[in-house]
Structures are given as C-alpha cells and as structure tokens.
C-alpha cells in the first residue's frame, strides 16, 4: 500500500523558514517523479515543484522559484522542501504528491494527508 | 502558462441525478494531457481521470471523462451520495507549470 507522510508544518513568522518531509513507502520511490501541491484555505490547489525520479531535474512555479528548494533521499524514501523567506501568501495545506512518471511532473495518482503551514505575526 | 477555468463554480443536483462538469483551457492541453480530481472536505484530493477519458484504478463506472483540444468535461452519470464533492482539473500537456482549475463544488 501506497503511503505518504508528510511532516514538519507549523506556525512562522513572516520571514521566516521551515523544512518540510515526506515519507514514502510502499512503492519504488526513485522510479516516481515527486511533487510538491499546497492549498490555500477555500482556494483551488496550486502546484509549487517537482523534482525527478533521480533527483537531477526540479522545476518550481514562479511563485516560488528562488524562496523554495524541492529535495529527495532516494536511500531513506524521503522528500523535502526547504521554504525560505515565507510570506502570509505561502499560508496553505502542502501535500506531497507521487507522479505516474520518472521525470518532468504529469498528474498524481497518490497523494499524502497534508500538512498546514500558517505564516503569521 | 496553460489557465483551466472551471463550471460551474457549484453544481446543485439531487442523488441519482447526472452532473456534468466543464473544464476549459486558454490554449490547447497537448495530448489530451488533462486529469480530474475529486476533493472531500479535509482530506487530499483522489485521482478519477487522466488522459482525459481514462478512469484511474478503482475508480466507478459512473465516472467518465471527455474532450480536446480546450474544451473537456467530467460526467457523472448517477450520482451517488458519496460523490458529492468538489472536482478539479489539472493539466499536464504543458509542464512545467503543472496548472488546476478553481473547481466545481457538487452539492446536495
């Protein structure tokens, strides 16, 4: 059974910086393209990063690019997401998302139980 | 930048009746490239459709999807109570980025 944890979420000041993690087990892990998707509250998801199978290809939406770092640990089925410089606008559910593919981000046939990110004074 | 806008915003149907839901794309989702969603409140969003007509593992019957080009739709053709929900779409003919709709809400 497909499984994905994802941890690390909390309360930061405007910014300021958290490390995201996703755990995965269940599948093979480096054969999967894996993305970040966060949330807002009411609001549609929003795609923020992927990152290849291998580890060698990211992608970042431009709301993002710069601020984020996107990760993997092919030897600990582990993924990460480094936020820097969190705005209010960052606030949302992140989710880790497992691609169908290897490589640049399709769509997403599993997804973990999010976790909240509240950027706040 | 491929933007998905979704209608309508809330869908008002009774159980047994058929939803149709409309998912439109500012330019040409290559390939057909386009997946459904479906969303229940506090939990992840669950993959229905991809390739815009093919229902992932699992997924009932009643569920189908269709489309090209800019133009696609997701039909239930029963529905059930369990399948009241908020439905996206999501696009992945031209990535990245990887772009979602703003959803259709289906309710009671």
């Known amino acids: 059974e497909v499984q994905l944890l994802e941890s690390g979420g909390g309360l930061v000041q405007p910014g300021g910086s958290l490390r995201l993690s996703c755990a995965a087990s269940g599948f093979t892990f480096s054969s999967s393209a894996m993305s970040w998707v966060r949330q807002a509250p009411g609001k549609g998801p929003e795609w923020i990063s992927v990152i290849s199978g291998s580890g060698g290809i990211t992608y970042y939406a431009d709301s993002v690019k710069g601020r984020f770092t996107i990760s993997r640990d092919n030897s600990k089925n582990t993924l990460s997401l480094q936020m820097n410089s969190l705005r209010a606008e960052d606030t949302a559910v992140y989710y880790c998302?497992?691609?169908?593919?290897?490589?640049?981000?399709?769509?997403?046939?599993?997804w973990g139980q999010g976790t909240l990110v509240t950027v706040s004074s | 930048e491929i933007v998905l806008t979704q209608s309508p915003g809330t869908l008002s149907l009774s159980p047994g009746e058929r939803a149709t839901l409309s998912c439109g794309a500012s330019q040409s989702v290559s390939s057909n490239f386009l997946a459904w969603y479906q969303q229940k409140p506090g939990q992840a969003p669950r993959l229905l459709i991809y390739?815009?007509?093919y229902r992932a593992t699992g997924i009932p019957d009643r569920f189908s999807g269709s489309g090209s080009g800019t133009d696609f739709t997701l039909t239930i053709s029963r529905l059930e109570p369990e399948d009241f929900a908020v439905y996206y779409c999501q696009q992945y003919g031209s990535s990245p980025p990887l772009t979602f709709g703003g959803g259709t809400k289906v309710e009671i």
């Open positions: 998302a497992k691609d169908v593919s290897r490589g640049r981000g399709t769509y997403f046939d599993y």
């Open positions: 390739g815009a007509s």
